[in-house]
């Protein structure tokens, strides 16, 4: 993850950063080797059972291992300090990794579709069954314990490339036991249409996990203004501003899946030295990240008090978080 201004001055967040960043290309590493093992797997729990609902598990494995592929890069490329040609640094690529993650979810899930009722419809030939839902069980057991711990380690270091692929991997996981549930009333009933009728409802749930990635990475690059962090954001500078005596107004913010960057606008009476507003404004950029204990960058335009309406000479943004 790109470093913060922060951190750059900070000797003890610049090593936080570090290790945060070590941690996450681990996970993804780790992330990557299972998938490939996952693929093997099912792999040979399709040919073993001929099932339309295993294929579909399969096809989530195949997006899975290539999603994880980009996803990697994605992380790498989203550590790259900011230089002359990106001056915010390259951290925003983890919405286009999210969004890429997204759309190869809901491709996967249409094909699951158009094999399943191509399956049903050219007969339902099932064997090995015992075999290949024991193998998709223990699939699904590894999968759910490695997605948690991609979540926890996603949020522990402000990472949607690392949220965005645990909650691929949970749902990799779903998808394996809701294939072994189909497989199971398969084998206690023997009625075969259950297999593409779980493969169908396989693809749905995949279709609407897909879809949800693919909106939050829209919203992302948009730059929606999440409530819940601009409560925060507001009760964090209230307590600030009121501890330093300074009016504020002008406030926007944007995340770039990583850090948080915040503008504030601060009113100083007219009198006040510009060294003592300085001094102030760089107290507050300094205090608001640690007071959010989130990775940020604060930046603070300084204004008049009396007059600042006057001014502008177009209309002055003074806005809050609600």
Not at 150 to 158: A, D, P
Request: charged share 20%; aromatic share 8%.
């Amino acid at each position: 993850m790109a470093d913060t201004i922060a951190a750059l001055s900070n000797p003890s967040a610049w090593r936080r950063d570090s290790e945060e960043l070590r941690a996450a290309r681990l996970a993804m590493r780790l992330s990557l080797i299972v998938g490939v093992l996952m693929l093997i797997g099912k792999t040979a729990a399709y040919r073993m059972t001929g099932s339309a609902a295993v294929l579909s598990d399969f096809a989530e494995s195949v997006v899975h291992v290539v999603a994880v592929a980009f996803a990697a890069f994605s992380l790498r490329l989203s550590s790259k300090p900011a230089g002359p040609t990106f001056l915010y640094g390259y951290e925003r690529i983890t919405f286009f990794s999210a969004g890429f993650e997204g759309a190869m979810i809901i491709l996967a899930a249409v094909w699951i579709l158009v094999a399943a009722v191509e399956k049903w419809l050219a007969g339902l030939k099932l064997e090995h069954l015992g075999a290949g839902t024991l193998l998709l069980l223990a699939a699904g057991v590894l999968n759910a314990g490695l997605g948690w711990y991609l979540l926890r380690v996603g949020k522990r270091c402000h990472s949607l490339i690392l949220e965005a692929d645990g909650k691929h991997v949970l749902t990799d996981s779903l998808t394996s036991f809701g294939v072994v549930a189909g497989l199971g009333l398969v084998m206690l009933t023997g009625w075969k249409p259950f297999d593409p009728l779980i493969a169908i409802v396989v693809a749905a749930n995949i279709l609407w996990s897909g879809g949800r990635l693919t909106w939050r990475s829209a919203v992302g690059l948009l730059d929606y203004s999440d409530p819940e962090a601009g409560k925060k954001i507001r009760e964090k500078l209230d307590a600030i501003c009121s501890e330093l005596d300074v009016h504020y107004h002008g406030v926007r913010f944007r995340t770039t899946g990583y850090r948080q960057i915040i503008e504030v606008h601060l009113l100083f009476p007219h009198a006040t030295p510009v060294g003592e507003a300085h001094r102030l404004a760089t107290a507050l950029e300094e205090r608001l990240p640690v007071e959010l204990a989130i990775p940020a960058e604060v930046i603070t335009h300084l204004e008049s008090l009396e007059d600042h309406a006057d001014v502008h000479s177009q209309e002055h943004y003074t806005g809050r978080p609600e």
